[in-house]
């Protein structure tokens, strides 16, 4: 997914929806960190392979889950709008599906979409990579340590990110802290 990509999916998650913003996360939502840099493609960011063509989102305040779903039939997977543009918009409410450390709202970035001028909310760079190493599949790891290299090595306050999750979600200590070592040995490896 590249950056106009994403604002084509918010603007038009906003229209369908009738709603002024929508909050981003998952992988994609990094895209306007990484504009910063000059990056607008996710494909210069992380291996192609494991990039992603959806969109994670959550229309308005995500308390009304009928829109969530006109969002999905009509921007969703399969939909004419992922056929004819290779992406799509996959909505969601954002409580327990982004797993992302406390206080994350703090945070967050509003950035405006250039054409409509709706607000997209995005998760910092760093809860992000926390999320994905929350998550712990192989690909979200390799997302997290993208957002290291690319950062300046936040490794140390990712981390912190990731502990003050587990401090608040004392179910999933061992869980989160099998994929917190995980990632340290990756990391260290990607520094040799």
């Given at each position: 997914m590249n950056l106009d990509q994403f604002y084509h999916i918010a603007r038009a998650s906003c229209a369908v929806a009738a709603v002024e913003y929508v909050t981003v996360f998952g992988s994609n939502a990094i895209l306007p960190w990484l504009n910063d840099m000059g990056i607008q493609d996710m494909r210069q960011f992380?291996?192609?392979d494991i990039v992603s063509r959806e969109l994670d989102l959550c229309v308005g305040d995500g308390a009304d889950d009928e829109l969530n779903l006109l969002v999905d039939g009509t921007l969703g997977e399969l939909s004419q709008f992922d056929e004819t543009f290779g992406v799509y918009a996959h909505p969601n409410p954002i409580e327990g599906l982004f797993q992302a450390p406390p206080s994350w709202q703090k945070r967050i970035r509003i950035v405006k979409e250039p054409k409509s001028n709706v607000n997209i909310v995005v998760p910092h760079y760093r809860d992000?990579?926390?999320s994905k190493i929350i998550t712990g599949r192989p690909k979200d790891m390799d997302f997290a340590l993208g957002v290291?290299?690319?950062f300046d090595n936040d490794a140390d306050k990712i981390l912190s990110l990731v502990?003050?999750?587990?401090d608040e979600h004392p179910n999933d200590y061992q869980k989160v802290s099998a994929h917190l070592d995980v990632f340290r040995h990756k990391h260290l490896e990607s520094e040799t």
């Open positions: 992380l291996d192609p992000l990579a926390a290291v290299r690319a502990e003050a999750y587990m």
